[in-house]
């Protein structure tokens, strides 16, 4: 059950005429009180056909005209509205049961405090089976305001009561650091304008489309400004930037006028000062172009960015500034995909955007790595590989699970739901990302002997998912992988321990496509030649006195993994 707290009108015979009219679309039916603050001799132009909607303004506005005369400043902003809509799948309330929910609401919000005979003055008018509007004058009958502050936290807190109460759907308690939802006539104005989201929700997704691009906040302005967003500003007197509102082109009220909503408005974490935090503690120590010849590409730096992200956990406050600066690697990610990937992607970072803000006040430095990583993607990246393609989106993957359990910890019910929406289209990325590898890994199998040593190799280092790696239908790609990076000089059996110890394996779909993304990222360079490596540190200590033996804590003998032992075997 939802209930959505209005801005302060000033008209209640306005409001009252769109309660008992038709609707914009002729949804309203059968319009009636079914509650107020005193029901006999209520005028009910729903029920009474001699009564009219006049009539009962002028006797919901009784104390405000009678304040209105004693003082001289009249009270205009008057008018509290609260609809409250059940669930779809709720099932059927009586008037009754709604009067009851409606002095619940009406009590909890501070309009009509139970036991207070001096309290405001309100209907609740019924004109749909499935909600009802609340209209209340918020003059008291002894003329001073009620107190309203908070009052929607303890509306909501009362609507979770309600569900339990009357056996309908229980929603998640709000922690004040959601978006505001569109009102219904933004949601009407884009429908009639063909739009497919209000102005609310298609600013929102623009503006965090920007924050990956920009280094500053005047930097961030004007990319908003070259991407067509109306952009009005708040400047001090020395000039520095304060605060600035965004307006989607062609969004004007009756006047022709620019209709802007502020940063802070479109959601919590859209502030000024908010994306300025953001951006300043992820400003390059070097020009982006300075790491173009860097060995490893920014998908790369994306993904190893990634890796520490399940240990980083421990502060609340470093986690909630990478869980933020993960929403942002997932909207640059989604911006240079490729097409077959990019819906998806898309899909994750709208929905990961609830997951990005908490009431944990974020240390922002420590997401350093992650937003220069998303800057490197949108500024430098260029074409990449499957193999690259499907690690990122793999340990994309894993990153939205790690927020989602921190969020569930921190009873974070919104903001875990959004992770684990997000986790539901990365798979489904993750899944089309590794097909076309999947296809040329298997097409190429190690021998049959090589690929028994390699299950050895597969059951010496996760013993406890073995049989479910060696089961997988990608079994035999996971052994080309294996075969691959062996080739190029690692030892399987310690790939397979690093990949496993990275990446928890026991809620893994299919563990064998989560180890062959792993192994693919950290194994695919050579690997040093330890051989050499050794002469070369004796060497170099041989004017000085004898090498190290092995064993004294120096240099550590090398053991042979199994796959090598049988390998030297069989030669």
């Known amino acids: 059950m939802i209930a959505a707290i209005k801005p302060s009108g000033t008209n209640t015979r306005g409001l009252l005429a769109y309660l008992y009219g038709r609707g914009t679309h002729d949804e309203h039916f059968d319009p009636h009180i079914v509650a107020g603050f005193v029901m006999l001799g209520m005028p009910d132009p729903g029920r009474d056909e001699n009564a009219t909607l006049t009539e009962l303004a002028r006797h919901l506005d009784e104390p405000v005209s009678l304040r209105n005369s004693e003082f001289g400043k009249p009270v205009t902003d008057h008018v509290w509205h609260c609809p409250v809509r059940a669930a779809p799948e709720d099932r059927y309330l009586s008037d009754t049961e709604w009067g009851e929910i409606a002095q619940r609401i009406v009590q909890a919000a ?3 405090p139970a036991g207070d005979d001096l309290a405001c003055r309100w209907i609740a008018v019924r004109h749909a089976d499935d909600h009802i509007h609340i209209l209340a004058t918020t003059v008291r009958e002894d003329g001073r305001r009620p107190k309203l502050h908070d009052s929607g936290l303890r509306v909501g807190d009362a609507c979770r009561e309600v569900e339990k109460d009357y056996g309908l759907r229980q929603l998640k308690k709000g922690d004040r650091t959601g978006a505001r939802r569109p009102t219904q006539a933004e949601m009407h104005k884009a429908e009639r304008l063909g739009w497919e989201q209000p102005s609310p929700q298609w600013l929102q997704d623009r503006i965090r489309a920007a924050i990956p691009h920009v280094t500053g906040a005047e930097e961030f302005i004007a990319y908003l400004e070259a991407s067509g967003i109306e952009v009005q500003l708040r400047r001090g ?17 009756e006047a ?17 000062p908010k994306i300025t935090a953001r951006l300043e503690s992820s400003r390059p120590e070097e020009q982006p172009t300075a790491r173009r010849n860097h060995p490893s590409t920014p998908w790369h730096q994306a993904t190893d960015a990634l890796d520490n992200l399940h240990t980083d956990l421990a502060h609340d406050t470093h986690a909630q500034a990478r869980i933020t600066a993960l929403g942002e690697l997932l909207e640059a990610t989604a911006q240079k995909a490729p097409a ?19 009431q944990i006040r974020a240390e922002d430095r420590a997401a350093h790595a992650l937003r220069s990583a998303a800057r490197d993607i949108v500024h430098i990246a260029t074409g990449l590989d499957g193999s690259t393609l499907a690690a990122l989106v793999a340990a994309l993957v894993w990153a ?29 990325a993750a899944d089309r990302a590794l097909t076309p590898t999947l296809a040329e890994l298997t097409a190429r199998p190690p021998r049959d002997q090589a690929r028994r040593v390699l299950a050895s190799d597969v059951r010496a280092a996760v013993p406890d998912h073995a049989e479910r790696i060696l ?8 052994a080309t992988v294996l075969a691959d990076a062996e080739a190029r000089g690692h030892q399987p059996h310690q790939l397979l321990k ?10 893994a779909r299919q563990p064998a496509r989560v180890l062959i ?55």
């Open 110 to 112: 501070g309009i009509a």
């Open 471 to 478: 089961t997988d239908p990608a079994w035999p790609a996971l």
């Open 340 to 358: 077959h990937l990019r819906a998806e992607l898309q899909a994750a970072s709208k929905a990961f955007a609830r997951a990005q803000r908490s």
């Open 237 to 253: 007197p020395s000039g520095d930037l304060l605060g600035y509102a965004a307006g989607r082109p062609g969004d004007v009220n």
């Open 498 to 507: 690093e990949a496993a110890a990275q990446r928890e394996l026991t809620t």
């Open 256 to 272: 022709g006028e620019q209709i802007y909503h502020p940063g802070s408005k479109i959601s919590p974490d859209l502030s000024l």
């Open 400 to 428: 939205a699970i790690v927020a989602g359990r921190w969020h569930d910890a921190k009873n974070h019910a919104h903001q875990a739901d959004a992770a684990r929406q997000a986790v539901q289209h990365l798979q489904t």
């Open 517 to 571: 993304t792993r192994i693919q990222h950290t194994g695919r360079n050579p690997a040093p030649n330890r051989r050499a490596e050794a002469a070369r540190l004796g060497s170099t200590r041989a004017g000085s006195g004898p090498a190290p033996q092995a064993g004294n804590g120096r240099l550590q003998a090398v053991t042979p993994s199994p796959t090598e032992q049988q390998h030297r075997r069989r030669g």
